[in-house]
C-alpha cells in the first residue's frame, strides 16, 4: 500500500482540518490521519490530552481506523468523515498527481479571489457558509444561566417558591417549598441561549437577547404554555404548593393568581468557554459557581405572544455583536431544502 494524502488536525488554522478554535483541550496541531492508495487509513495522536477511538485512547504511535469509526479529540470534539474528501487510487502515476496538483491550485487561487476581492453576501456564499460563520459569530452566542425564584403577591403579604433550604442542607434533596421568608429557600435554576446584539444608544444598555421563558421563567407559568411534559410537571406542581399554602394559612384563594419572577442571579457564558454544568457537581456547587452573576434583566417584548427578552452584560471586548440591520435577514429566497445549516450555540459540557 502506497501512501497518498495526509491529512493534519489540530485548533491552529494551518492544519488541513481544524477544531473548534476556542476549545483549549485540544492541540493546536492534535492528530494526523493517513490516507492509503487501497483505501485504508491510520491515525497517528501527537496531542496533549488524546485521541479517542471508539472509546479507546490511542496509546500506539499509529493505529489503523475505519471510515465508520468513532474518533474524538481530547475525549470531546468529534471527528467529522464527511469533511474527508474521498481520494482515489492512484493507478496512473504521475499524470493523476499532476492533474491533481493543477486543480489545487486553480480552486485556491479561485478560492481567494472568491473570499477576498468578491462582495460578501451570506446567503451566496456557500463556500464560506461554515468556517466564515462560525468564525464570525461563534463569540455572539452564549449560555445563559438564570437561577431564580418565583413570588406571589397577597395584597401586602409575599410568597416565595424555591427548593426547601433545610431539606438540601440535611439530605441534598431539592424539594420545592413556599415560604413567607426567601432566605429559607434555594432559587430554581434555568438555562437558554443568548445572543450579543450592537446597541450604539447611550440611554439603552441592551445588548444580550434571550427568550423570555428563560429571563422571565413566570411567563410560561402564568400563561400555562409549556415547551414539554417535563416543564409542565415542574410548574404545575409549583401551583399545586401554592394552593396548598394558600389553605394551610387561610389565605384567601386567588384563582387569577400571577407569578412574578425574582431572578437571584443570571449569567452569560460565552460559548467556547468550558463551563460544567454536570461533572458530579452539587446543586450547592453549581450556585457558587455562577458567582453574583453578570447580567442585568432589562424588559420584554411587549407583545404576549413573543418570546424575547433583552438584558445588559459587560462580555469581554473582543466579542462579536450583531448588528440586527445589517446583518440580520427576513429574506428566506435564499435558502432551500437540503441546505447545509450551521447552528450556533453554547459548546461547553
Not at 11 to 28: A, G, I, V, W
Not at 36 to 44: A, F, G, K, P, V
Not at 279 to 293: A, H, S, V
Amino acid at each position: 500500500m502506497k501512501l497518498i494524502k495526509t491529512i493534519k488536525i489540530g485548533r491552529h488554522q494551518s492544519n488541513d482540518y481544524c477544531l473548534n478554535s476556542f476549545n483549549e483541550k485540544t492541540s493546536r496541531n492534535h492528530a494526523i490521519l493517513y490516507i492509503y492508495d487501497d483505501d485504508t487509513h491510520e491515525l497517528e495522536d501527537i496531542s496533549t490530552n488524546g485521541t479517542f477511538v471508539n472509546g479507546n485512547k490511542v496509546l500506539a504511535s499509529k493505529v489503523k481506523v475505519r471510515k465508520d469509526d468513532l474518533i474524538k479529540f481530547a475525549d470531546q470534539e468529534r471527528f467529522d468523515w464527511s469533511r474527508v474528501n474521498a481520494v482515489p487510487i492512484n493507478k496512473t502515476g504521475w499524470v493523476v498527481y499532476v492533474g491533481l496538483i493543477t486543480i489545487v491550485l486553480l480552486a485556491t487561487a479561485w478560492l481567494g479571489y472568491y473570499l477576498f476581492l468578491l462582495p460578501k453576501d451570506l446567503c451566496k456564499d456557500e463556500l464560506c457558509e461554515i468556517k466564515c460563520i462560525q468564525a464570525k459569530y461563534n463569540k455572539s452566542v452564549g449560555l445563559i444561566c438564570n437561577a431564580y425564584f418565583l413570588k406571589v403577591n397577597f395584597g401586602s403579604d409575599k410568597l416565595f417558591i424555591g427548593y426547601d433550604k433545610a431539606k438540601y442542607n440535611k439530605d441534598q434533596t431539592l424539594e420545592k417549598s413556599v415560604r413567607y421568608n426567601k432566605d429559607e429557600l434555594l432559587p430554581f435554576f434555568l438555562t437558554g441561549t443568548a445572543f450579543l446584539i450592537e446597541n450604539k444608544s447611550n440611554h439603552d444598555k441592551a445588548n444580550l437577547a434571550t427568550n423570555r421563558h428563560v429571563a422571565d421563567p413566570s411567563w410560561g407559568i402564568n400563561k400555562r404554555v409549556y415547551r414539554d411534559d417535563e416543564e409542565k410537571k415542574f410548574y404545575e406542581d409549583i401551583r399545586i404548593e401554592t394552593d396548598q399554602f394558600e389553605k394551610t394559612y387561610k389565605l384567601p384563594p386567588n384563582p387569577n393568581r400571577q407569578f412574578i419572577t425574582q431572578s437571584d442571579r443570571i449569567l452569560f457564558i460565552p460559548s467556547g468557554t468550558l463551563f460544567s454544568l454536570g461533572n458530579g457537581l452539587t446543586y450547592n456547587d453549581l450556585l457558587n459557581k455562577l458567582g453574583t452573576g453578570n447580567c442585568e434583566l432589562l424588559r420584554w417584548s411587549k407583545e404576549s405572544n413573543v418570546d424575547i427578552a433583552l438584558l445588559a452584560t459587560n462580555p469581554e471586548p473582543d466579542y462579536h455583536y450583531i448588528n440586527l440591520t445589517n446583518e440580520a435577514s427576513d429574506n428566506l429566497d435564499c435558502i432551500s431544502v437540503g441546505d447545509e445549516a450551521v447552528i450556533l450555540g453554547y459548546s461547553g459540557e
